[in-house]
């Protein structure tokens, strides 16, 4: 098949708003326009919230992560959670939500397994993005961990159509990473609302860039790819690395290496990125 013909279609489509999306998001785009309601309080968004058992499920556990709960003080319940956690981290979980469920769209096991490991992998991206940004590259650690969940978006969103397309994911996606990630990834954010600021940060990020020293949020997202165990499955169905320039792991931070943050923070990372996947 023509894969760039097949991703210019698809990326046509998303440009102009014309996608798809998993049959039962409606109930995450009501938190959304909920926290984007000055008067929302802490009650009517826990009772939307707990409508939804996987939200809940999510947002007591990333509450309950050592990132957000460093004093061990365990909470069972969404409103505890909710208030914790803070509006800002709670709109992250509801996008990570909708990014999640886009594997649910794809018919094909081989589909739904492609989607499973690009969730995981984000999930590492997302966690690491947070630590390095608050010991690292002093940016939001919220916006850098809400950068980190959508980086992929376009990924999802090409497994997610690609029962639709027969061969599109066998065939040679090397024009994924030259053209299509940046298209694909910038229509889809635009449509889950994704902030201008961030978009840009993610710009940084499929362009593949790394500054020494990493210093802005788009270094933040290149830096925890890169550092991320788990690698993007389709830059291993191109044959080449995603992760670009190699990184120096003792590269000097202040007065501490780049191993030792990572080693001090493995706790932190490891428990958010479970939280995730759960």
């Known amino acids: 098949m ?36 000055p008067d929302c309080s802490i009650e009517q968004l826990a009772k939307l919230i707990s409508a939804d058992p996987m939200l809940s499920v999510r947002v007591v556990g990333v509450a309950n992560s050592v990132s957000y709960n460093p004093s061990g003080r365990p909470i069972g319940d969404v409103r505890n959670a909710v208030s914790r956690l803070g509006f800002k981290t709670l709109r992250t979980l509801v996008t990570a939500l909708v990014v ?9 096991p081989e589909h739904r397994a492609l989607a499973a490991r690009l969730w995981e992998h984000t999930a590492h991206v997302a966690a690491l993005a947070r630590v390095i940004a608050r010991r690292v590259t002093k940016q939001d650690p919220e916006a850098a961990f809400f950068a980190g969940i959508v980086h992929e978006v376009g990924a999802f969103y090409l497994i997610a159509r690609a029962n639709q397309y027969p061969g599109l994911l066998e065939s040679n ?15 889809v954010s635009k449509a889950l609302g994704v902030p201008d600021h961030l978009g840009a940060a993610l710009e940084v990020l499929w362009s593949g860039y790394l500054a020494m020293p990493p210093e802005s949020l788009g270094d933040t997202l290149l830096l925890a790819d890169q550092l991320s165990p788990v690698e993007s499955p389709l830059a291993e169905l191109t044959g080449m690395s995603h992760n670009g320039v190699a990184v120096d792991i003792d590269l000097l ?24 996947q759960a």
Request: hydrophobic share 45%; aromatic share 4%; proline share 1%.
């Open 253 to 276: 931070i202040d007065d501490e290496t780049l191993s030792s943050i990572l080693a001090d923070s493995a706790e932190e990372v490891a428990s958010l990125t479970a939280a995730l």
């Open 173 to 187: 996606l090397e024009n994924w990473y030259e053209r299509g990630e940046a298209l694909m990834g910038g229509a």
């Open 2 to 37: 023509d894969v760039q013909a097949t991703l210019d279609v698809l990326v046509a489509d998303a440009e102009r708003g014309d996608m798809v999306f998993p049959t039962h998001v409606d109930l995450a785009l009501r938190v959304q326009r909920a926290l984007d309601d």
């Open 100 to 108: 999640r469920q886009m594997q649910e769209m794809s018919s094909s």
